[in-house]
């Protein structure tokens, strides 16, 4: 296949009108004979004209576009020597221009499995804002946040005295920063409300919290953090059979009370530099089930109220 930019003979034009039009072509077609252009469309153009007995001659080149690229004017007496000076200058104009662009190497060509090189560099992505910006902590699905903990506590409202235990509870973050709080309890009374009240009672209740965590503005691990929660207590209140008074008057038996409370819960939450943390928490709940009563002794009061210190330790 020819190629488009191979040397190829100029087109020669003679324009009209002209004194010697037929000698002039002829002259000017036997000097470009053996002249090549370097490529096609290229143009070698004479001009003559008459003055007072002198022939003013004048020759163009064009490129394929159309563009001047090189010109003469000369003067004599007789057409076919201008019309042969001019081809022996468009001939040698033409070899410089076909030897030019010999020295110029083509652009190169990527094959067509590797695409163009890009003339802008891809835009950076946007640097997305840190989930501790935000009023309520939200993590993306990979970065959701998990942990176990221990917790000791002290309770009122029970009507057996104040009541001590422990609590093995969880934290697993789920979608839209909301955080799910299960939580199993143990105690013992310790303390009597009223001194000549003898009513011991063994405490025993689940509790299920639904949180919303706010981040303190600090380092990420090295921050305080605050879950404002709401949830239910389901469990039982065993109440031992002690005597109503110290006079030896006669014992009432034991019974278990059934437990179903609701209420919010506050804890807050303080990083202590790696995966583990500490936590102050308050319960306050509506005690549902507060008219039962037992043997005469124990009456539950509507309103519970729990303290809670404890130990976390975040899993991811």
């Not at 488009?4 to 002209?18: G, M």
């Not at 020295?103 to 992505?125: C, D, G, M, R, T």
């Not at 939200?138 to 235990?165: D, N």
């Not at 014992?251 to 303080?270: H, K, N, Q, Y």
Request: aromatic share 6%; net charge negative.
């Amino acid at each position: 296949m020819t190629s488009l930019d191979a040397p190829e003979p100029p087109q020669i034009v003679l324009e009209q009108p002209s004194p010697c039009a037929a000698s002039a072509e002829e002259a000017l077609r036997r000097a470009l004979d053996p002249a090549k252009a370097p490529g096609p469309a290229w143009k070698v153009a004479l001009r003559v004209a008459a003055d007072h007995g002198v022939l003013h001659a004048s020759g163009e080149i064009t490129d394929e576009t159309g563009a001047p690229v090189a010109h003469r004017a000369m003067d004599g007496r007789e057409c076919t020597g201008l019309a042969r000076a001019i081809g022996v200058w468009a001939s040698l104009v033409l070899d410089a221009e076909v030897e030019r662009k010999k020295q110029v190497p083509p652009p190169p060509i990527p094959p067509p499995s590797q695409p163009a090189a890009e003339l802008w560099p891809a835009p950076e992505p946007p640097e997305k804002p840190s989930p501790e910006a935000a009023l309520f902590l939200a993590h993306s699905a990979e970065q959701r946040q998990i942990e176990v903990g221990l917790a000791s506590y002290v309770m009122t409202g029970t009507g057996t005295g104040m009541i001590a235990g422990g609590s093995l509870f969880a934290v697993s973050e789920v979608g839209g920063g909301w955080f799910l709080r299960p939580a199993l309890a143990a105690g013992w009374t310790f303390a009597e409300v009223v001194p000549t009240t003898h009513a011991y009672g063994t405490l025993g209740a689940g509790r299920f919290d639904a949180c919303k965590r706010i981040p303190g503005n600090y380092l990420e691990k090295s921050g305080i953090q605050l879950d404002l929660c709401g949830g239910t207590d389901v469990g039982f209140l065993h109440v031992d059979a002690q005597n109503a008074s110290s006079t030896g008057a006669k014992a009432e038996p034991a019974v278990t009370l059934g437990l179903f409370a609701v209420g919010p819960s506050i804890d807050l939450r303080g990083e202590l530099g790696n995966e583990l943390s500490v936590l102050v928490r308050g319960v306050a709940e509506l005690n549902i089930l507060s008219n039962s009563e037992a043997n005469g002794t124990v009456s539950p009061s509507l309103l519970i109220a729990r303290t809670e210190v404890g130990l976390s330790w975040r899993l991811r």
